[in-house]
């Protein structure tokens, strides 16, 4: 009889681990939650609305027409305008981060129009969901230029 008992027990401790791991299996695990990247807010398509150039704070010009468009995506960056009135073009090509509302530019391709020593463009925005401003200063002698674009999201 001893051996028959040592038989059942085995049995029963079989179907008891068998038992045991049957159900911790089918306890649902809860997986890690992976929460999706951060939405870049500038990433998207961007068509240029309104444009104004001034002198040493005077507005010389005021263009609602001006073709002008930016894609921001996946860390990269387009821009294109319609070709000056003297034929010249303007486009360019690179990379970019955006962080604290500053936009980073590096161009590493370029119409020839823009090449210069100067690739990298740190701008500045204010933005809403739907439209942002940024402003280029640079100087010419003693006059203070300020180019001021205001972008409409497409996307």
Same mark, same amino acid.
């Given at each position: !009889? *001893?051996?028959? &008992?040592? @038989?059942?027990?085995?049995?029963? %401790?079989?179907?008891?681990?068998?038992?045991?791991?049957?159900?911790?299996? &089918?306890? *649902?695990?809860? #997986?890690? #939650?992976?929460?999706?990247? *951060?939405?870049? *807010?500038?990433?998207?398509?961007?068509?240029?609305?309104? @444009?104004?150039?001034?002198? &040493?704070?005077?507005?010389?010009?005021?263009?609602?027409?001006?073709?002008?468009?930016?894609?921001?995506?996946?860390? /990269?960056?387009? $821009?294109?305008?319609?070709?000056?009135?003297?034929?010249?073009? $303007? /486009?360019?090509?690179?990379?970019?981060? @955006?962080? &604290?509302?500053?936009?980073?530019?590096?161009?590493?391709? !370029?119409?020839?129009? !823009?090449?210069?020593?100067?690739?990298?463009?740190?701008?500045?925005? #204010? +933005?809403?969901?739907?439209?942002?401003?940024?402003?280029?200063?640079?100087? /010419?002698?003693?006059?203070? %230029?300020?180019?001021? #674009?205001?972008?409409? +999201?497409?996307?």
């Amino acid at each position: !009889m *001893p051996k028959n &008992n040592t @038989f059942k027990n085995s049995i029963l %401790f079989t179907l008891a681990g068998t038992l045991l791991l049957c159900t911790s299996c &089918n306890t *649902p695990i809860k #997986e890690k #939650e992976i929460a999706p990247p *951060p939405v870049d *807010p500038i990433e998207g398509v961007w068509e240029l609305s309104h @444009f104004y150039h001034l002198a &040493n704070g005077d507005t010389l010009i005021t263009d609602t027409s001006k073709v002008q468009h930016k894609i921001y995506l996946d860390g /990269h960056v387009i $821009w294109n305008t319609n070709p000056a009135e003297d034929a010249s073009e $303007w /486009h360019g090509y690179g990379t970019y981060t @955006f962080k &604290n509302d500053t936009i980073t530019e590096v161009l590493t391709s !370029m119409s020839y129009s !823009m090449k210069s020593d100067i690739n990298t463009y740190i701008i500045p925005i #204010e +933005r809403t969901e739907n439209s942002y401003k940024q402003v280029n200063t640079y100087s /010419h002698n003693d006059t203070i %230029f300020h180019n001021i #674009e205001i972008y409409k +999201r497409l996307n």
